[in-house]
């Protein structure tokens, strides 16, 4: 079974920048495409970025673009987002996901996604 542990949430300063990890553990991460979405309170939650097994596919949403970038270690089955230039409006519980895929791309659907860590808490203050 696949288990998504994520950290590195916090409390941070507008211009501030953080850094998400989230680890993958009980099968292998290269097998699966892997994503970081964010929920805000009393808003859907949203894609902020996507990457594909081999992390040469990125996909990165138009909010965040300029500012967010996702990549992944294999090696440390682990994926990260780096979140420079924060603004308040980045607040929100971001969650990452993993899907086992065949194929070679990223996957932006969050209905794509069985597996879901717990969510970490990112805080910008103005």
């Known amino acids: 079974q696949v288990q998504l542990v994520e950290s590195g949430g916090g409390l941070v300063q507008a211009g501030g920048s953080l850094t998400l990890s989230c680890a993958l553990s009980?099968?292998?991460?290269?097998?699966?495409?892997m994503g970081w979405f964010r929920q805000a309170p009393g808003k859907e939650r949203a894609i902020v970025a996507a990457i594909s097994r081999d992390g040469f596919r990125l996909y990165v949403a138009d909010s965040v673009k300029g500012r967010f970038t996702i990549s992944r270690d294999n090696i440390q089955n682990t994926a990260y987002l780096h979140m420079n230039s924060l603004k308040p409006e980045d607040t929100a519980v971001y969650y990452c996901?993993?899907?086992?895929?065949?194929?070679?791309?990223?996957?932006?659907?969050?209905?794509?996604?069985?597996?879901w860590g717990q969510g970490t808490q990112v805080a910008v203050s103005s």
């Open positions: 009980g099968r292998t991460a290269s097998n699966y495409a």
């Open positions: 996901a993993a899907v086992n895929r065949v194929g070679i791309d990223y996957e932006r659907r969050s209905s794509a996604y069985p597996y």
